[in-house]
């Protein structure tokens, strides 16, 4: 596999072959990531308790958790069209519309049913839609830092910070799901994007596009394909649920503990269109996300669902936002993590009103369970509101498990490990029952067990 370095030249060569406005594009990118420096000061809100956050042991210590990472170590791959042997594609016997396998940036394995093609819906990796869909690509890749005359908060997904800046220059994979007017698939689409070589950059792009009227569930999950080598993701995701359009994407991380993992996501939902987001994250060393939908047209709906389990000296950061543009708006968050060993999080999510978004309707909650004594959780919810008619909560909680809990079930005869799985699941339950789909119920529910063992 050929590779290259984070430089000029080799953004050249990667866009040698694309169209001229993603040429310009990256390059765009590439004069941020040149301008910007890598997050080090505490004085960047959304950075600051990764760039430096302090422990609860007995010495205060403060720990650098950026500390230790080098972004030259790390290669992004040329991108091609397979050349790859097949190998790791979880075994699943439910039913899918259509599955994507990307390995390393490089396409493995695309399939799709024939219902998905009468429909007119377009799968496909990135690389092949930026030549089959240029002008459907172009309408909508990193496009949108203003609705509606108003700037938003999320701004412009290419130029948040140094990671961001180095995605929208040498993006690599990633796939475009594209759902026409009217169109409804209620079958699941699936894919799968593994990191297997060593010193691996993962760049991977998720766009999806559901027009009026349509109905769409994807299920993507990301994963290390060996258990021992580290690598770098630096991902971007984003949704565009347009008017009456009903979205379900759920996103599953499980990189291994070598894996250093950065990503912006964003939705925009149009006039009465529904999105679910659901993001579980089980994996990386370090982890940090930042995740906003924003609610551009009157009368839609967006719930943001999110569940984590961290252990060993995992560090996962997760910044939100729930933008509300437009009139008669809702919005509900619902964030629960569980932390053992020496893990650390940090949640801070905001809730913006914007002027003309009167009645809006919006609610955030983080919660937090902690199973050993060197667990730290930080999280802050946030209220930026500058319309008069609206209804916004916000609810944080973190806490051990009540030993009362757990001697009620052990006087049952369960053992303490049983008491504790128990007690994990029903924590994890609010979150779990408002995931429309049984099948990634079970597949969290595996996942929550595996580190509990």
């Known amino acids: 596999m050929q590779k290259g370095d984070f430089s000029k030249e080799f953004l050249q060569k990667i866009a040698a072959d694309e169209p001229k406005w993603m040429r310009e594009k990256r390059l765009e990118a590439y004069a941020h990531y040149e301008s910007l420096p890598m997050p080090h000061t505490t004085k960047d809100d959304e950075w600051r308790r990764t760039v430096d956050m302090r422990t609860q042991d007995y010495w205060r210590r403060t720990r650098r958790h950026l500390r230790g990472f080098a972004l030259e170590k790390y290669q992004p791959s040329v991108p091609t069209n397979g050349g790859l042997s097949a190998e790791d594609l979880d075994d699943n016997d439910e039913e899918t519309a259509g599955v994507l396998v990307q390995v390393d940036g490089q396409l493995q394995h695309a399939s799709e049913t024939e219902e998905l093609k009468k429909k007119g819906i377009y799968f496909a990796h990135l690389h092949t839609a930026l030549q089959e869909q240029p002008e459907l690509l172009r309408s909508y890749f990193m496009n949108k830092a203003v609705t509606l005359e108003t700037t938003l908060k999320s701004g412009n997904i290419a130029q948040h910070n140094k990671f961001d800046a180095l995605h929208g220059a040498f993006w690599q994979g990633g796939y475009l799901l594209h759902v026409p007017k009217g169109t409804k698939i209620e079958v699941p689409l699936r894919v799968y994007i593994k990191m297997s070589e060593a010193a691996q950059a993962d760049l991977s792009h998720t766009l999806i596009v559901a027009e009026e009227g349509s109905q769409v569930v994807i299920l993507e999950d990301n994963a290390s394909a060996n258990p021992d080598v580290d690598g770098l993701h630096s991902g971007a995701v984003e949704i565009f649920a347009e008017q009456n359009s009903n979205v379900t994407y759920v996103q599953v991380q499980r990189w291994n503990r070598q894996v250093w993992s950065f990503a912006s996501h964003r939705a925009m939902v149009a006039r009465d269109a529904h999105l679910c987001w659901v993001t579980a994250t089980f994996g990386g060393r370090l982890s940090k996300i930042n995740q906003a939908v924003v609610l551009e047209g009157t009368g839609c709906t967006a719930q943001m669902l999110g569940l984590a389990f961290t252990d060993a000296r995992q560090h996962l950061d997760i910044s939100t936002a729930q933008e509300h543009v437009s009139a008669h708006t809702s919005s509900d968050l619902l964030y629960r993590t569980v932390l053992k060993d020496r893990a650390q999080t940090a949640w801070g999510g905001n809730i913006y009103v914007y002027p003309s978004a009167n009645h809006t309707d919006a609610y955030q909650k983080n919660d937090n369970l902690l199973l050993s004594e060197r667990a730290h959780a930080d999280t802050l919810p946030g209220l930026e509101i500058q319309a008069h008619e609206v209804r916004c909560t916000h609810g944080a909680t973190a806490g051990k498990i009540d030993p009362e ?49």
Do not use: C, H, N
């Open 405 to 453: 809990q757990v001697f009620y079930l052990m006087s049952r005869g369960v053992s303490y490990a049983q008491a504790e799985k128990l007690i994990v699941d029903g924590f994890f339950e609010p979150v779990m029952e408002r995931i429309p789909l049984e099948s990634v119920r079970e597949e969290l529910s595996t996942s929550v067990t595996r580190k509990l063992e």
